[in-house]
């Protein structure tokens, strides 16, 4: 199967503050869909990438597919607490397996 | 519109016992695929169903099995459990529709312990 890295695997941040999580493929994907998991919760989808080079805006969230189809990144601007989770890239179509997710901690 | 629905919500069980779950998937849905999520892990994929037939599996052991049934809803069965299955079981549902993004809905998870 398909499998990615994801880095960080921990960010701590101030709230405010800007945060990247970046997914990396040794292969090409074919797509790549992002979803947040809250503490305690269930993993909720945000966004599906097809395209090379795409970039997507959702309010203070920016993801993008590299232009190899290789990698993706998804950026928060200006943190809030509820931001707080754990965010999964998963590659291809099916979703059958997700990244090593990337935990994130907003200091109020 | 009911989502994604799990039971039981939480459940212990001891070495060597058997587990079922059962998952409903969000109306409309036909393909259901189990996780298993350890505890500060991302979710690792079991298997999936569709059309009441395993499509694809993980890499998981025998002891773990399943069942779709005509009405899309799916079980999932755990035999001979170990300490180490101890975790939060997901369910996730989603369409086969190649028009459609293909996300997947999850229920609420069920955590198996096992003592």
């Known amino acids: 199967g398909q499998q990615v890295m994801q880095i960080p695997q921990y960010q701590h941040v101030q709230e405010g503050e800007d945060f990247t999580t970046y997914c990396n493929s040794s292969t090409t994907l074919s797509n790549i869909q992002w979803y947040k998991q809250r503490p305690g919760g269930h993993p909720v989808f945000l966004i599906q990438?097809?395209?090379?080079?795409e970039v997507k805006k959702q309010k203070r969230l920016t993801f993008q597919f590299g232009e190899a189809k290789k990698n993706s990144s998804l950026h928060i601007t200006a943190t809030q607490t509820t931001d707080v989770g754990t965010y999964f890239c998963?590659?291809?179509?099916?979703?059958?397996?997700f990244g090593t997710g990337t935990s994130l901690t907003v200091i109020p | 519109d009911a989502g994604v629905t799990q039971s039981p919500t939480h459940l212990i069980k001891t070495r060597g016992q058997q587990v079922t779950l059962r998952c409903s998937p969000k109306?409309?849905?036909?393909?259901v695929s189990w996780y298993q999520q350890a505890l500060g892990q991302g979710p690792q994929f079991i298997f999936q169903?569709?059309?009441?037939?395993?499509?694809q599996r993980g890499n998981f052991p025998d002891r773990f099995s399943g069942h779709q049934f005509p009405n899309y809803s799916s079980e999932l069965n755990v035999n001979a459990l170990l300490l180490g299955d101890s975790a939060l079981y997901l369910c996730?549902?989603?369409?086969?529709?190649?028009?459609?993004?293909?996300?997947?809905?999850f229920g609420e998870g069920s955590r198996l312990t096992v003592l």
């Open positions: 169903y569709y059309e009441e037939e395993e499509r």
């Open positions: 109306s409309g849905h036909d393909t």
């Open positions: 998963a590659p291809g179509r099916g979703q059958f397996y």
């Open positions: 990438l097809v395209k090379s080079g």
């Open positions: 996730a549902s989603s369409l086969v529709d190649y028009a459609n993004t293909g996300e997947l809905f």
